[in-house]
């Protein structure tokens, strides 16, 4: 994960004296603007419900701001397990979901979603891409993978995709 995002590690190592580590990254310098434009709601009127599944906090509470910015209701957790007991408690418009999680991982919780909530939209975020086969990522029917670092951008513009496309599609069921 440390190369693909540019980096090394450098190993300093001494005979009694103990091994030392270092993980040196570069410094991540965006083009994109830290917050995109305000998500479009997905009916006219109404804002979504968004499930956001992050065990790192600092990530978690970003993307809980920058949907809240935008007007949503945001639910979180922490755990694959935690995920579980939130979606099948509650009605959700789209989950935005790290792959590396404790207890189940981000791809057993997207799975468990397609089986019992086919049209929830699923945005899996991974640092760890290389390690996942496409096909498996087909097999759950995610609908988007974002590699890590992300852009908090990329993942509102990609969340607005799927929104507006669950509205539309929404609308043409209901039809009167």
């Known amino acids: ?20 580590f270092e993980v040196i990254l570069p410094l991540h310098e965006s083009s994109s603007p830290a917050v995109a434009t305000p998500l479009a709601p997905t009916n006219g009127t109404k804002p979504a419900r968004v499930l956001v599944v992050e065990d790192e906090e600092r990530v978690r509470v970003l993307l809980n701001d920058a949907f809240r910015a935008q007007g949503h209701e945001v639910t979180e957790a922490t755990t694959g397990a935690e995920a579980l007991d939130r979606l099948d408690k509650g009605e959700f418009d789209l989950m935005v979901c790290d792959l590396g999680l404790p207890e189940l991982s981000g791809l057993h919780v997207a799975r468990w979603v397609k089986e019992f909530r086919p049209d929830l939209p699923v945005i899996i975020a991974t640092g760890f891409s290389e390690m996942i086969a496409d096909e498996d990522y087909q097999k759950a029917r995610i609908d988007q993978v974002i590699p890590k670092p992300y852009a908090l951008a990329d993942v509102l513009a990609k969340a607005n995709t799927l929104l507006a496309k ?6 043409e069921t209901v039809t009167v």
């Open 1 to 20: 994960m440390i190369e693909n995002h540019g980096g090394h590690i450098n190993v300093i190592s001494a005979p009694g004296k103990g091994t030392r």
């Open 166 to 171: 669950q509205a539309a599609e929404r609308r």
